[in-house]
Each structure stands twice: as structure tokens, then as C-alpha cells.
């Protein structure tokens, strides 16, 4: 490193679950306020163009943990149980010399239980474990693991409870391991469905709700639509409070100097756009997600900005580890974007070393057919480009061309529109190469016109 540190920097996940990029104060939503998160972002790295390449939580997460798609590590529906033969960021930082951390919901053992225990041995390496598989009740929340693997039911609000027990771990680890550096994951429940703030009071009412221009114009529709965001943007304020006690709590153990902070989701939500719900869709309100990249010394430690190359879930482990100069396991297929983050007095000389350029798309995955209501019910493949483009196919199907430059809502698909034809062979070739490059058999269609 060019700069001095007393030792390697920590990192910390926040990470919460179907909070869509557009729900943010910096994104200009005006039915909530993020302060916490839009100033994470003004001294930090946002990156513009994040996707979960994978829509839907444990898919998502065996992704964001492996650095692997989740076709490659069977992970591709949920609930389904990640392998513990794959190895995950948690280890690579262990063998690194770090303390790991991981305390909240995980939802990849397999089941969507919400007493299930997930085994001591599929925690994914993490050196503390504290959580639970799944749950849908952010009042009635039942954690376990730790030292004593007693189960516990949380006295407050999930986000509340969990945040304090967070930073608890880190200030023992802190003070009986100062000169040790830490791997931290604080993963919570909302604003994941049912939309149920902690606190009535801060709900805004349904009639003052402002939708997006792409939620039909329909009473059924509308009425649910505006009922659900409600809700919904209370919860976001409540994991934006979360984000400034973790903040906080930071500085108060005197270590968020050292700390790279980095808030993230698992997919978004579509809450009535297109007549839709939740998640598992390839329109932005799904697939767009959060992530940005903050610490206290900012000036110090980050090239403050955006990145718009599109960062998708298998980059999310090896950029963390790339802050901290950790070389990206051999088995991890994602992209290290930490050269594009840390300041050139902070860098490592791995990070000097940087020659492979960032990817210009990132593929996104529905991998088996979905029958939720209120979401696509089948399977299908998409690229998103930096440059503002999104293809999708379903199995044999041309199906969604949107540019989202002059076309942000996507409310124009321009798949069979002959003028885009050119536009639509580059990405289709784009698509056969993330597919190849994979191992993804999915069997997209022939697009020639006749003649």
C-alpha cells in the first residue's frame, strides 16, 4: 500500500432484502427519505448501474456469497441449500487473517421455515453466525447461533434488534481483538412484503402516495399499489435509520476510519409497475438494486463518484475483497471493481496491476419457471448494458427490447419493432456469449428476419 494503516481495512455489508434502487432520496423518490444512505453515497462510490443478475433471494445470495451464478452452484430457486463444498467470501477472508461475522436472515439451507436451524457447517464459514433461515413477521423474529446457539426471540423490531446485536459482536471483537480486521454482514428482513413499519405514525397515507408512470392505469391496481408502497416506504426509512445506527456505532468503537461500509439489496420490487409484484420480473423496479460503498475518511480511502459500468451480484465478493488487497478466489467468476473504488494512496499493488477492463453488460437470470401470482410465470435470460440497453428472452422467444435512455419506464418495447433490428442482433450476440461464457443452456431463439 501507499498509504499507512495500522493494519488490513475492515468491510461491512448491510444488506436488506427487495429494496429497489428507485426507493432512494438520492433517485429522487418522493415518497420517503434516506439520509444515512444518500450520504453513504455523497462521500462514497455508487454504483449506477448494480443488478441482482438473479431477481429473487436465495439465488441472489448464493451469488453474492460464492462469487459463482446460481446455475453454477444449483442455487437457482428459492428456498433452495447451498452446498457447503463451495467455498465463500467469508473463507477467503478467514484465510486472510480476518474475523467474520454474519448476523441476520441467510435463506440458503433450504428451506423458507421460519424455525428452521441451519447446521453449524453450512454458515458459510463464518466465524460468528447469528441469525435465522427466514422469516416474514419483522415483530416475531427467533435468532440463534453464537457462542451458546440458544435461541432467542428478539425484543423489538427486527432492524432494531438486530442492528444493536450487530454491533455488540463488534465491540467485543474490537476490544479483545484490536489489531485484528473483520468481515461483517448485518442482513435484515425488510422492506421485504408484508409491508409492516415498526411505527404507524411515520406511514404516509395511500392517497398521498406518487406512482410511477408505469403502473397501470387501473383502480385495482392503483388502490393496492399506492396501500403496498405505503408501507413500504416506511420500511425503507426504517433500514436507512439502521444504516446510520451501524454508522454510527462505527464511530463510536473508534473504527470507522478503517471500515469500508457498503449497503446493498437482494433484488427490488415492483409494486404495481406493469401491473406487477415483488420480484423475479427483468423490468428495472426488480432488478435494479442499491449499492454503494462508503467510509468516514473518504477522502483518504475512496475516489468519491459513480461507477456506471453495470456491477451484478458474483462482483459483489471479489470487489470486497479487492478493497483489502485479498486476491480473487480462483473459483470466483465475478469482477474485482475495487481498483475503481479505493484511492491511489490507499491502493495495494495488486490494484496497479489492473488490466482486465470492467464489463460493459451483465446477464440476468430467471432460471426455472416461477408460478408466484403477480409475476412472470416463466423462465427467462436478459443483458443490461452500460450503455442503456436491456434484451430478454424467454425459452425459444424473442420477448423484451427496451432502451432505457429514452425509455427509463420501459414503456416502449421495441422487440419487433424492425427499425431496432441491428440494435437487437448486437444484444442477442452479447446474450449467446454471457450464456456460453457460463455454462448457461438456455435456448434462445433464432432472430433473423426472413429473407
Not at 421485504?192 to 391496481?221: F, G, Q
Request: glycine share 8%.
Amino acid at each position: 500500500m501507499n498509504g499507512t494503516l495500522a493494519k488490513r481495512p475492515n468491510v461491512v455489508w448491510i444488506m436488506s432484502d427487495q429494496h429497489r434502487a428507485q426507493a432512494l432520496g438520492w433517485n429522487g423518490d418522493v415518497n420517503l427519505c434516506t439520509p444515512a444512505i444518500d450520504n453513504l453515497a455523497r462521500s462514497g462510490v455508487v454504483f449506477s448501474n448494480a443488478v441482482a443478475g438473479t431477481p429473487w433471494c436465495t439465488p441472489f445470495r448464493s451469488a453474492l456469497l460464492t462469487g459463482m451464478y446460481p446455475h453454477q452452484t444449483g442455487c437457482t430457486e428459492t428456498p433452495s441449500r447451498l452446498d457447503p463444498r463451495y467455498r465463500t467470501v467469508a473463507q477467503a477472508f478467514n484465510d486472510a487473517g480476518y474475523h467474520t461475522a454474519w448476523v441476520g436472515k441467510w435463506h440458503l439451507a433450504g428451506s423458507n421455515s421460519s424455525d428452521h436451524r441451519v447446521p453449524v457447517d453450512e454458515r458459510g464459514g463464518f466465524a460468528y453466525w447469528r441469525g435465522y433461515e427466514n422469516n416474514n413477521k419483522q415483530n416475531d423474529v427467533w435468532v440463534y447461533g453464537g457462542e451458546s446457539e440458544e435461541s432467542e426471540r428478539l425484543s423489538d423490531y427486527e432492524t432494531r434488534s438486530l442492528s444493536r446485536m450487530f454491533l455488540d459482536h463488534l465491540e467485543s471483537q474490537v476490544t479483545g481483538h484490536p489489531d485484528t480486521p473483520f468481515f461483517a454482514v448485518l442482513s435484515v428482513q425488510p422492506p421485504h412484503s408484508p409491508y409492516v413499519p415498526p411505527d404507524c405514525e411515520s406511514v404516509r397515507p395511500p392517497a398521498d402516495i406518487t406512482l410511477r408512470p408505469n403502473v397501470p392505469v387501473s383502480d385495482t391496481v392503483q388502490q393496492k399499489a399506492r396501500r403496498d408502497i405505503s408501507g413500504y416506504a416506511a420500511m425503507v426509512e426504517e433500514v436507512d435509520r439502521t444504516v446510520e445506527a451501524v454508522w454510527s456505532g462505527l464511530r463510536r468503537l473508534g473504527v470507522d476510519r478503517e471500515t469500508y461500509v457498503i449497503y446493498l439489496s437482494d433484488h427490488g420490487d415492483m409494486l404495481g409497475s406493469h401491473g406487477q409484484w415483488e420480484k423475479s420480473s427483468p423490468w428495472e423496479e426488480s432488478i435494479r438494486i442499491p449499492f454503494v460503498i462508503g467510509c468516514t475518511g473518504s477522502h483518504a480511502h475512496i475516489q468519491v463518484g459513480e461507477v456506471d459500468h453495470p456491477l451484478n451480484h458474483v462482483d459483489i465478493a471479489p470487489t470486497s475483497l479487492g478493497l483489502c488487497g485479498i486476491d480473487t478466489p480462483e473459483a470466483m467468476v465475478g469482477y474485482d471493481f475495487s481498483h475503481m473504488v479505493v484511492h491511489p494512496d490507499r491502493r495495494f499493488p495488486r490494484h496497479e496491476a489492473r488490466h482486465t477492463p470492467p464489463p460493459e453488460s451483465a446477464l440476468l437470470q430467471q432460471i426455472p419457471r416461477k408460478f408466484h401470482p403477480n409475476s412472470v410465470n416463466r423462465a427467462w435470460r436478459a443483458v443490461v448494458t452500460r450503455d442503456g440497453w436491456k434484451y430478454v428472452c424467454t425459452p425459444g422467444n424473442d420477448w423484451l427490447l427496451f432502451d432505457l435512455n429514452d425509455d427509463p419506464n420501459e414503456m416502449n418495447n421495441l422487440c419487433y419493432n424492425t427499425r431496432f433490428q441491428v440494435q437487437k442482433e448486437r444484444l442477442h450476440g452479447e446474450l449467446v456469449r454471457r450464456l456460453e461464457q457460463t455454462g448457461d443452456a438456455f435456448v434462445l431463439p433464432d432472430i433473423a428476419l426472413p429473407g
